[in-house]
T-cell receptor, first 117, second 112 residues
Framework: GAGVSQSPSNKVTEKGKDVELRCDPISGHTALYWYRQSLGQGLEFLIYFQGNSAPDKSGLPSDRFSAERTGGSVSTLTIQRTQQEDSAVYLC???????????????FGPGTRLTVL | TQLLEQSPQFLSIQEGENLTVYCNSSSVFSSLQWYRQEPGEGPVLLVTVVTGGEVKKLKRLTFQFGDARKDSSLHITAAQTGDTGLYLCAGAGGTSYGKLTFGQGTILTVHP
């Protein structure tokens, strides 16, 4: 498909386990973003990759969270030693290179719903 | 830290009524976007406003960017049941351009 895809769509895990969430951005998009969304709420920024630049990790809530982007395309968000408060929908978005001044259209995937028991 | 306050958080109205959602900040944004999200899906962009005082119309939806580029509103005329969903405003700009700051969202329910 031409859109952003994420896998898995749902993930149930036990407290203390590690999880990996995957994002396939739109081909040609150099920017990739991860957000977290609690039920019916706004989006919390986690991390942002742009081309070969160092990622903006300012939104990661703790050192249990990390993300990488291989080959400028696919990205994986890893949460180590999951906690119940990590339960949320994790959304990935991609865009063309952001313009100076910040106006860009981000295209979102359907998200991964993470439940930590 | 840039923050966006969105109100109201919940809105429940009858079909045919009008409504307005507000997005306010003490920070200046270079642009502001409005998204709509349906259950189980990611947000979808409705509009981007860039110029202070700008007004954009999308059928029954009217978007306005404040003169100082700190606030925005979304007005829906004659709401329909298909308008039901989560509406999100998001501001761009600041020191890390490309990154969006989202409001808390407004859950709109339109009853037949």
């Amino acid at each position: 498909g031409a859109g952003v895809s994420q896998s898995p769509s749902n993930k149930v895990t036990e407290k203390g386990k590690d999880v990996e969430l995957r994002c396939d951005p739109i081909s040609g998009h150099t920017a990739l973003y991860w957000y977290r969304q609690s039920l019916g709420q706004g989006l919390e920024f986690l991390i942002y990759f742009q081309g070969n630049s160092a990622p903006d990790k300012s939104g990661l809530p703790s050192d249990r969270f990390s993300a990488e982007r291989t080959g400028g395309s696919v990205s994986t968000l890893t949460i180590q030693r999951t906690q119940q408060e990590d339960s949320a929908v994790y959304l990935c978005a991609s865009s063309l290179a952001p313009l100076a001044g910040g106006s860009n259209t981000q295209y979102f995937g359907p998200g991964t719903r993470l439940t930590v028991l | 830290t840039q923050l966006l306050e969105q109100s109201p958080q919940f809105l429940s109205i009858q079909e045919g009524e009008n409504l307005t959602v507000y997005c306010n900040s003490s920070s200046v944004f270079s642009s502001l976007q409005w998204y709509r999200q349906e259950p189980g899906e990611g947000p979808v962009l409705l509009v981007t406003v860039v110029t202070g005082g700008e007004v954009k119309k999308l059928k029954r939806l009217t978007f306005q960017f404040g003169d100082a580029r700190k606030d925005s509103s979304l007005h829906i005329t004659a709401a329909q049941t298909g308008d039901t969903g989560l509406y999100l405003c998001a501001g761009a700009g600041g020191t890390s351009y490309g990154k969006l700051t989202f409001g808390q969202g407004t859950i709109l329910t339109v009853h037949p």
